[in-house]
């Protein structure tokens, strides 16, 4: 149990244009999702804490109005870029956080966006 | 705010050999501390979850060790296999909120 998927895995698009990406968890329901991004050889860094039913909050450097966050319903979360610019090109990775226990949070298996 | 550190950045080591990643942190009012497994260009793999108010876990051939009171916890992985070479990555939860992840070790397990 507790799996998070996310789709697309891989994503070019060209400078400019927006590129959704959809986190699922498939059989827990989520009240709390988290968006990462991971470059090259580093670490993940947290993007914004997505609540469903509310709005995102966002973490310091990032902009809201670049990365929208849409927590629709308790099993989805989509992180689309807009405009999206060569240095957006990155390892986007979510998470859920497991409503009981101990706060596990279970991660997706990434996406890779390609800016050309 | 929580600063995460993994040491060391790399390690290469020979086929059943035991070793030991570090990790340590600067706040110790943490709720619990992950260890995950990243392979190349994919997601995390959760490992072990260490709560709070535990001071060890162990899965198969790994053991994990957790002193907060320091601000540090361990990696154990005894009679290492190829497949375990990946990147580790630690991570400490204040709470409900986000995990605070250190910056990984790169292993190598050498055949």
């Known amino acids: 149990g507790a799996v998070v998927s996310q789709h697309p895995s891989r994503v070019i698009c060209k400078s400019g244009t927006s590129v959704k990406i959809e986190c699922r968890s498939l059989d827990f329901q989520a009240t709390t999702m988290f968006w990462y991004r991971q470059f090259p050889k580093q670490s993940l860094m947290l993007m914004a804490t997505?609540?469903?039913?509310?709005?995102?909050?966002?973490e310091q450097g990032v902009e809201k109005d670049k990365f929208l966050i849409n927590h629709a319903s308790l099993t989805l979360s989509t992180l689309t870029v807009t405009s999206a610019h060569p240095e957006d090109s990155s390892f986007y990775i979510c998470?859920?956080?497991?409503?009981?226990?101990?706060?596990?949070?279970?991660f997706g298996p990434g996406t890779r966006l390609t800016v050309t | 705010k929580q600063e995460v550190t993994q040491i060391p950045a790399a390690l290469s080591v020979p086929e059943g050999e035991n070793l030991v990643l570090n990790c340590s942190f600067t706040d110790s009012a943490i709720y619990n501390l992950q260890w995950f497994r990243q392979d190349p260009g994919k997601g995390l793999t959760s490992l072990l979850l260490i709560q709070s108010s535990q001071r060890e876990q162990t899965s198969g051939r790994l053991n994990a060790s957790l002193d907060k009171s320091s601000g540090r916890s361990t990696l154990y992985i005894a009679a290492s296999q190829p497949g375990d070479s990946a990147t580790y990555l630690c991570?400490?939860?204040?709470?409900?909120?986000?995990?605070?992840f250190g910056t990984g070790t790169r292993l190598t397990v050498i055949p």
């Open positions: 998470s859920a956080r497991h409503p009981q226990g101990n706060y596990e949070q279970y």
């Open positions: 991570a400490v939860s204040g709470g409900a909120n986000n995990l605070f």
């Open positions: 997505s609540n469903e039913g509310s709005k995102a909050t966002y």
